[in-house]
C-alpha cells in the first residue's frame, strides 16, 4: 500500500485557507492508496470549538471526500465536529467511494483543557481498506497503550496528531514502542509550525515496520512524506515472531 503523510503548518482557525493548502499537496501527489492529514488539520489544536466547529454535512468532510474521489484514495485526518450540541475531536476515514468512517477521540489531553470542552469517544476504530486492517487514533491516545492494544489482529496504526516540540522525544519513544509491542505498522503524522498560542511543533513524522525500523525517519521539515509498505513482509514477520500469540487477554471499561 503506497501512502502519504502531509506534514504542514496550520492556519489558526481558517478552514479555507487550510484546505486550500491540502489541496495543493494532494493534487501534487503521484498516485497513492492512503493520505494522512494531522489532528484538527483545518484549524490546528483549539480549545474554542464553537467558534469554529463544522457539522458532518459540512464543508470539509465534502471537501476530504472529493479529494478522495479526484486521488482515488482514501484520506484521513481530524477535524472539529458538533453533534447533538456537543463538540467532538473527530478523526474521519474517507473512502474513495465517498464512504466516511470516523472515530472520536477517547483519550483527551487535560493538559490543556480539551476534556472542559470536547466530548471523550468511547470505541476503537478499526478499518477495512485494500486488505489492510487499520486502527485509527489520535494524538494524546499514543500515551495510553492499553487501548491501543492489538487485540484485533489489526496490520496498521495511524496516529494524528499536534504533539509540540518539548515532548517529542517522547512522541518518538511512544510510537516505536507502539510498532514493536503491536507488531504493526505505525505511522505518526505531526504538524509543524507555531500556533496561536505559541506552541512550537516540529513534525518527526515518521512510519515504522512491526520490528521498530524506521521506513520514513522524523525530521522537522514541511512536506509530503512518501513510503509503500508492504502486508506480504509484515506476515512473514508475524510468521517468524509470533509474539501476539502471547500477549494478554483483556477487555477496556468505560469511564
Known amino acids: 500500500m503506497k501512502v502519504a503523510l502531509v506534514q504542514a503548518p496550520l492556519i489558526w482557525h481558517d478552514a479555507e485557507a487550510n484546505r486550500r493548502y491540502f489541496a495543493q499537496k494532494i493534487d501534487a501527489l503521484d498516485p497513492v ?3 494522512v492529514l494531522p489532528e484538527m ?3 490546528g489544536f483549539t480549545m474554542e470549538p464553537e467558534v469554529v466547529a463544522e457539522k458532518m454535512s459540512g464543508e470539509t468532510v465534502l471537501w476530504m471526500q472529493s479529494m478522495a474521489l479526484a ?3 482514501a484520506v484521513v485526518g481530524s477535524i472539529v465536529v458538533e453533534e447533538d450540541k456537543k463538540y467532538y475531536n473527530r478523526l474521519l476515514f474517507v473512502r474513495p467511494t465517498g464512504m466516511v468512517e470516523y472515530y472520536d477521540k477517547r483519550h483527551l489531553f487535560t493538559l490543556a483543557g480539551e476534556d472542559k470542552v ?3 469517544g468511547r470505541d476503537k476504530l478499526i478499518v477495512d481498506y485494500l486488505g489492510w486492517k487499520i486502527c485509527l487514533l489520535i494524538c494524546y491516545d ?3 497503550p492499553v487501548f491501543s492494544r492489538n487485540a484485533e489482529q489489526y496490520d496498521a496504526l495511524i496516529y494524528v496528531a ?3 516540540k518539548p515532548r517529542i522525544a517522547a512522541w518518538d519513544a511512544l510510537l516505536k514502542a507502539r510498532a514493536i509491542e503491536n507488531v504493526s505498522y505505525v505511522m505518526g503524522v505531526n504538524r509543524v509550525g507555531k500556533d496561536a498560542n505559541q506552541h512550537d511543533y516540529v513534525g518527526h513524522s515518521q512510519i515504522i515496520d512491526a520490528l521498530g525500523s524506521y521506513i520514513v525517519a522524523p525530521d522537522e521539515i514541511e512536506g509530503v512524506l512518501r513510503a509503500e509498505i508492504s502486508k506480504t513482509e509484515l506476515v512473514a514477520t508475524r510468521n517468524k515472531f509470533a509474539f501476539l500469540d502471547d500477549r494478554d487477554g483483556f477487555t477496556v471499561q468505560p469511564d
Open 71 to 73: 486521488k482515488n484514495a
Open 142 to 144: 499514543l500515551r495510553f
Open 41 to 43: 488539520f483545518t484549524t
Open 33 to 35: 492508496d492512503l493520505i
Open 162 to 164: 499536534n504533539w509540540p
Open 118 to 120: 470536547y466530548t471523550p
